[in-house]
């Protein structure tokens, strides 16, 4: 189901025309509003009557997540406190979390931004709505709340955690829709072939996940184990939370909202804008957001844009799955690495389980690579003996991909830590203090 054709079909040359409209009253209202954005503007000599169109867009200065914690808590609101109603914050790795403040009118943006994505699955009255993303601070909670209302779906605020009972609930109350990170969803799915649930009486027929990077690997077990079909919901905080975007039922890239989102793919590191369908950082700019305007915000992921009709019918532009955060990549022995390849690549060996850790650590100039997996049940023998015709195929196929040669650890089933929210897939122990 389309919940919005008008928005999300509308022809591309009137999308323009909409974005161009309110992207210049964003900027008119940050250059105004917003003491910092004019300092920005003003150092690089761009007033609001400049910003016409969004071919205009690359004249203004980008917002980073630096800027938003040096201006930590309020620095880039633009109203007053009386006229906001809620505050959400991701915690981040170090420092003063980043603040994301909303007005009613944000908050009612966000729903729909969620009911646009909750209604692929064709989520309505009825349907429960299983809200396992954490409540709380973090945006995936409520937000995946306010989307189900929107729609006038049953909201089951499960949160995070207490995996039996959500189990349990999803059992005896009729599950739909279940929302939560694909790595909870993985362990969810191990506990229900766990209990020996019978997933042909389950009603849920639908999952959105989202929060962080998932391959197709986890796509395919989630939806064999769970008999669903796994949607992607991309979004951050500093947008709205949730719902900046999600895939359609032909699972091809993850739709912006472009009525409200302006998206860009810049090179990371000259910070131009790259050819449509090349990979960069994505950049945004919120084209309706009041309490907290953006403009191009690094978001520091990387994916890629296809604006080409999608089967679906929609319009908007399509966001390729995301390889991961440029903070995330991994330099081991001088090759760029991302836990997402290296989860691609372990799921294409089905007799490992999909979970994995990597340490990287530094043994006099040498990095170290290890890489902790788990073979499935009925693979599994604690003789080393027995591992080694699992691991030589894994190791080959990574050396292959990759270039670095890990140290492949199997580890008995069940033993890694699995996650409840965003998962920790990785430990890097190298000391960077002294490095020049
Ligand atoms: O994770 C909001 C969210 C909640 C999105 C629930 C989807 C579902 P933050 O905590 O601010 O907000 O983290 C935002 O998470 O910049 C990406 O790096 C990553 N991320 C979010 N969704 C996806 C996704 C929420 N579908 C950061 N695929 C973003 C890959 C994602 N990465």
Redesign the pocket.
Known sequence: MIHNPKMECMPREDMRRLQSQRLAATVKRCYETVPFYKRKMDELGVKPEDIKSIDDVTKLPFTTKYDLRDEYPFGLQAVPMDQIRRIHA?SGTTGKPVVGTYTQADLDMWAECVARVFAVGDIGPGDVVQVS?GYGL???GL??HDGAAKLGAVQLPTSAGNSEKQIMMMQDIGTAAICCTPSYALHLAELVEKNKVDVSKLKLRVGFF?????TWGIRRELEAKLHIKAI???????MC??GVGGECQYQDG?HIWEDFFLPEIVDPETLQPVAPGEVGELVITSLCKEAMPILRYR???LSSLNYEPCRCGRTAVRLGK?LG?SDDMLIIRGVNVFPSQIETVLTEFPAFTPQYFITVDRKGNEDTFDLDVELREEFFSPNPGKQMPFIKPLYDRLVSLTGIKPNIHIQPPGTIQRSTGKAKHVNDKRDFSNWH
Request: no cysteine; net charge negative.
């Open positions: 991701s993303y973090f945006t995936g937000g995946a989202g929060a962080e990077p998932w992607d919901i991309y979004g951050l905080t500093e939370g949730p993850t978001t520091r992921d995301v955060r």
